[in-house]
């Protein structure tokens, strides 16, 4: 079979031409005058905010207790070998009734890589990461949570809880 | 019927005391007029191309400063203001100081041509459209010495490009208005609004489509961007030029397209005139006569508009096809609309009838 060529008369080639370049500015127009009408999918960062999954991981927060105010930290320095950028800074003392007591607790959080390590590896799940993120300053010695920035009173600890409901161990 | 707005200036000067301040104010009060007005409503749009290009794209555009965002513009200009005001070592520095002067002139400079409502306009010259155009394509010269002064290839290459564009262009947008001056037998502008009972619009839809594609041209906004093509030449003929000079560049373009739209609304679309006032009798007038300010405005937002809705949907041509559209398509159907035109008023005004 031999193809068959037809040849357009460059009069008809012509109107044709100014025909298509009509037809194409006419579909594109009409396009991006839908899209002037369309939802914006930009969002006013500031003024409304995402909605955070229930795990994000914010700025790391030091629980005590609401109702007597004592912290849950039972001083264990797990957290302190866990921690991947070695920031985190505690002390402990042993008081009176030989139980040992949390005087330092230092973060900070310019550091601080946001793994949850130390949150997973406490014991009495004492740490917690809250969901709060605007966390810049214009000092940097701001960015070094003491005990008092860190402190979140909370009605029980943050045990992780696996899929299927069960606390860890 | 007198402009409201027109007969109390007139009496506020007249009752002016000494008559050399009579004659100072009477021209102070239009040219500062015609000097800062253009570049108030130069602010206004470009926060209006910004948003509106951003709503093209599913964007926001600025929105923080102001109503709206609407004082964005004078941040910007402040911020452009305050930049180092640089002369690369090899330009030629009279010329490169000279050029965006000579881009800004000619475009601040036709607005004392352009009636903005009823009795409005600074001067009524009886050939103004022929007088608009020629010193609206003052600017191309000022684009070619920006380009050539600079010393840069790119610069160069930009305003050769922009002479080469006016030349072609330049021809089918003075055709096209032929028909709109066949119709109406003055080469006044105020003439031409004053008879436009029926929009021209409707009468030279042709010539209305060609002036704009050619005007889209001659102000170099897209798709005819090809002086300041960014992707190619890196914003072209003003790629050397910062601070106050740039500024000036920029509100030209402005400037330009704003005066663009306004000829539009101007030609075709009955200027300051109500649509279709001559219906509405007695009232249509009032409304046309008093109001035409804001008829005026709204026209030419809305072809500002149509232009920047354009840049948000087309790509800039190629050279090759620039030259090819302007000679092979444009010129030939604004001579056949001026021939068509011109046989039809010879008709009706019985040029051919014995």
């Known amino acids: 079979m031999s193809e068959v060529i037809r040849e357009i008369s460059p009069v008809r080639q012509y109107f044709k031409n100014l025909f298509d370049g009509v037809k194409a500015i006419y579909n594109g127009m009409r396009l991006t005058l839908k899209y002037m009408f369309l939802p914006k999918v930009t969002e006013v960062y500031p003024d409304v905010k995402r909605n955070l999954p229930q795990r994000f991981r914010g700025r790391f927060a030091f629980l005590y207790n609401k109702d007597d105010g004592k912290m849950l930290c039972i001083g264990c320095y797990a957290c302190v070998k866990v921690c991947p950028p070695q920031t985190i800074v505690m002390e402990t003392i042993k008081g009176e009734d030989k139980k040992i007591k949390t005087t330092r607790y230092e973060i900070n959080i310019g550091e601080c890589i946001s793994c949850a390590n130390c949150v997973e590896v406490c014991p009495v799940g004492a740490l917690e990461m809250t969901h709060e993120y605007e966390t810049a300053t214009f000092n940097q010695m701001d960015l070094v949570y003491g005990m008092d920035k860190l402190a979140k009173y909370v009605e029980k600890p943050n045990m992780y809880m696996p899929p299927d409901g069960k606390a860890k161990k | 019927m007198n402009n409201v707005i027109v007969e109390i200036y007139t009496n506020l000067i007249n009752s002016l005391p000494f008559e050399p301040l009579k004659v100072i104010l009477g021209t102070l009060i239009p040219v500062l007029g015609i000097v800062t007005l253009p570049l108030l409503t130069t602010f206004l749009l470009i926060w209006w191309e910004r948003r509106l290009i951003a709503f093209v794209q599913a964007r926001l555009g600025p929105n923080r400063l102001g109503p709206g965002g609407l004082f964005q513009s004078f941040a910007d200009a402040l911020k452009v203001l305050l930049k180092e005001d640089i002369v690369s070592k090899d330009a030629d520095k009279i010329l490169f100081s000279l050029a965006p002067v000579l881009v800004f002139v000619p475009g601040i400079l036709v607005y004392s041509l ?183 405005f709204i026209k030419t937002m809305f072809f500002f508009s149509v232009v920047v809705w354009i840049r948000g949907t087309l790509p800039r041509v190629r050279t090759d096809q620039l030259m090819s559209f302007a000679w092979k398509y444009l010129l030939p159907l604004s001579l056949f609309n001026i021939f068509i035109t011109a046989i039809i008023t010879g008709f009706l005004s019985g040029a051919f009838s014995r």
């Not at chain 2, 009468?203 to 961007?225: G, Y």
Request: hydrophobic share 50%.
């Open chain 2, 114 to 296: 352009m009636p903005v409502g009823h009795q409005m306009v600074v001067t009524n010259v009886n050939v103004a459209i022929f007088l608009f155009l020629s010193v609206a394509s003052l600017t191309t010269i000022g684009i070619l010495m920006a380009g050539w002064s600079s010393n840069n290839k790119y610069s160069l290459m930009g305003g050769i490009r922009a002479v080469a564009q006016a030349i072609s262009y330049e021809i089918p947008l003075l055709l096209s208005i032929v028909g709109v001056i066949l119709l109406t037998g003055s080469l006044s502008i105020v003439d031409i609004v004053e008879k436009q009972d029926v929009w021209n619009i409707f009468k030279q839809p042709l010539a209305f489509f060609i002036f704009f594609t050619c005007a889209l041209s001659e102000v170099n906004r897209i798709p005819f961007d090809l002086p300041e093509a960014e992707s190619e030449l890196v914003s072209g003929y003003n790629t050397e030029y910062s601070g106050f000079k740039f500024a000036l560049f920029f509100l030209a373009e402005y400037v330009n397209t704003f005066t663009l739209g306004a000829l539009c609304s101007l030609l075709f679309f009955g200027g300051w005139r109500f649509p279709f006032d001559y219906l509405l009798g007695d009232i249509g007038m009032q409304l046309s006569n008093q109001l035409g300010i804001i008829w005026f």
